[in-house]
């Protein structure tokens, strides 16, 4: 089975899941630091599909896998941040991701750790999924 790891960081997902028997297709990741990071601890290889900025990246250009994961960035939801919600620079980029599955059309299952982020504006919890 095959997966793409989308807001990689250093790589958590693709640690269990290639532990678990799966094979990583690709990343994408913006923070260079934690690109270099994942690239020094996952031994990346030669052709496997990569791209930097989920706002660059077409739905075309991905490689077809089973699985999309993504964790997506939270600062705008943390009681740290400026709470400016799922419309917030950095955690909007969720909404990058949806895009991405409606312009591929098959509807893959994904996994998030967005998933259950406490919803600041409510209280109740998000089903992002």
């Not at 923070?31 to 660059?56: L, P, V």
């Not at 964790?71 to 909404?95: I, K």
Request: proline fraction near 2%; glycine fraction near 14%; include cysteine.
């Amino acid at each position: 089975m095959y997966f793409l790891d989308f807001f990689a960081g250093i790589g958590l997902f693709r640690l269990g899941l290639e532990q678990a028997g799966w094979t990583c297709k690709g990343h994408c990741e913006i923070d260079k630091y934690a690109n270099m990071s994942y690239q020094a601890m996952h031994r990346i290889k030669g052709g496997e599909w990569f791209e930097e900025d989920i706002t660059k990246v077409s739905a075309q250009s991905l490689p077809d896998v089973d699985l999309w994961t993504g964790g997506f960035p939270c600062q705008d939801v943390s009681m740290a941040g400026e709470r400016r919600g799922l419309y917030g620079e950095r955690t909007g980029l969720f909404f990058e991701f949806v895009r991405l599955l409606r312009e591929r059309g098959d509807h893959k299952l994904w996994s998030s750790t967005f998933a259950m982020q406490k919803h600041l504006s409510g209280g109740g919890f998000l089903a992002a999924a």
